[in-house]
């Protein structure tokens, strides 16, 4: 974990500093400020926040249990603000965040979509699986003609897995 920083479970009031880290990134699909603070309040405890010295929101990640998959968590996005970029922090809370999630709620794999010219993402899932010493698959997901708006890249879904995480209970 980068020094200053820690890793905490969003809370409603995070959702603001969420969005606009989120929108400041400028990569990622921007949801509604509505969208983070339900996210924060129904989906907290499969996400993960990153915290300055202040307590304010300097990353996140936020994740979901595939309902059809319960021991796949579905990464939705991960952001970092740009004055924490460059340390690390990213793969801190993607580690920090699935060894709760195995523990809590028993996953032993993670799923995500990349765009193609996502470089910061690809490589941050694709060091995960190799961290973990886990198989990755890549594919196709999402079709950029299946996006309602022109110049949508194709998502690229990523299956990590099977991960092993010490100490986690199996659930």
């Known amino acids: 974990m980068p020094e200053g920083l820690k890793l905490d479970t969003p809370r409603v009031d995070d959702g603001a500093a969420i969005w606009r880290i989120a929108r400041d990134s400028k990569t990622l699909d921007l949801n509604s400020s509505y969208s983070y603070l339900l996210w924060c309040r129904d989906f907290a405890a499969t996400s993960v926040v990153a915290r300055d010295g202040a307590g304010e929101p300097v990353g996140f990640i936020t994740g979901y249990v595939r309902p059809e998959a319960p021991r796949t968590l579905l990464i939705w996005q991960v952001a970092v603000d740009e004055a924490a970029r460059g340390r690390g922090l990213a793969a801190a809370m993607l580690d920090?965040?699935?060894?709760?999630?195995?523990?809590?709620?028993g996953i032993d794999s993670?799923?995500?979509?990349?765009?193609?010219?996502?470089?910061?993402?690809?490589?941050?899932?694709?060091?995960?699986?190799?961290?973990?010493?886990?198989?990755v698959a890549k594919d196709v997901l999402f079709d950029a003609a299946l996006f309602p708006e022109d110049g949508h890249e194709p998502e690229v879904g990523y299956r990590i897995g099977p991960v092993a995480f010490p100490g986690a209970s199996k659930r």
């Open 96 to 105: 920090g965040l699935t060894l709760r999630a195995a523990e809590e709620c």
């Open 110 to 135: 993670i799923e995500t979509t990349v765009t193609p010219d996502n470089t910061p993402s690809n490589r941050l899932f694709t060091s995960y699986a190799q961290r973990h010493s886990a198989a």
